[in-house]
């Protein structure tokens, strides 16, 4: 395991290789406080959470101000909290999830900004919306008070070689640039959110704005 010095020196050593224009996202299941303080130190700004359980007993130990995100499927007796927690939901893959998240929202007096999932390999198993439903929900949602897309996330398949991702994130990219140019009210695209440890060049490549790295910053999950 990674002690703190040698996180901090391994996250700004990748830190300095991405483009000005991508964010570094900490992908932080599984990771103790101190290792996501060393993040911190290094210069990362930006955490993503798989579990709101998992987010809050982190967050309580944190006085930074960073920005929390939820990257994994958020079930919808989650939502009230996830949205006291969160700065971000990346995983809206519902319209009826994104009117949950909006409601919430009201009752707590604040705005969130959400990306929404695509399931880029249509797998029968897998969470997100297949590209050809994404512009119907974006225009739902845009009739939203509280809740603002503000671009799109995407995992991808398991592949062998993350190679063979590109074809992926590339569709992803033209569904995002197809909703860019529909200019629809409350809807900002600014954030692609796509890229792991193995494949967030590819990524980048292809239009990433975001890269979410655990692995690679962190080390092996034990
Ligand atoms: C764990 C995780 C990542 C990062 O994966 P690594 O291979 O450890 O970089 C990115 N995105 C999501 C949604 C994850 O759950």
């Known amino acids: 395991m990674m002690e ?16 000005p224009n991508v964010l570094l996202e900490a992908a932080a299941k599984t990771r103790s406080v101190d290792q996501v303080r060393a993040a911190i130190e290094a210069g990362v700004s930006i955490f993503g959470y798989n579990y709101v359980q998992e987010a809050e007993s982190v967050k309580t130990h944190i006085e930074t101000n960073v920005h929390w995100h939820m990257i994994g499927h958020l079930q ?8 006291q927690l969160f700065d971000m939901i990346e995983t809206i893959d519902s319209l009826k999830l994104a009117q949950l998240v909006d409601r919430e929202c009201v009752k707590e007096g604040r705005s969130m900004d959400a990306l929404v999932e695509i399931n880029s390999g249509r797998e029968a198993k897998k ?3 297949f590209p050809d439903d994404v512009e119907s929900l974006v225009r739902a ?21 993350p190679e063979e991702l590109r074809p992926y994130f590339r569709e992803t990219k033209k569904v995002f640039d197809h909703i860019a140019a529909l200019n629809l009210p409350n809807v900002l695209m600014t954030h692609l ?3 792991m440890s193995d494949s967030y060049r590819i990524a980048i490549e292809e ?7 655990g692995t690679i910053l962190f080390g092996p999950r034990s």
């Not at 703190?4 to 483009?19: E, G």
């Not at 919808?76 to 949205?83: E, I, L, P, R, W």
């Open 141 to 161: 949602a845009s009739n939203l008070s509280n809740i603002r897309i503000t671009g799109l996330m995407t995992m991808g398949p398991w592949v062998e070689n």
């Open 193 to 195: 959110s796509m890229g």
């Open 4 to 19: 703190y010095k040698q996180i901090v020196d391994n996250i700004k050593m990748i830190a300095s290789t991405l483009p």
């Open 76 to 83: 919808k007796n989650k939502v009230k909290k996830a949205v």
């Open 207 to 213: 239009g990433a704005t975001i890269v979410r790295l």
């Open 127 to 129: 969470t997100g919306l």
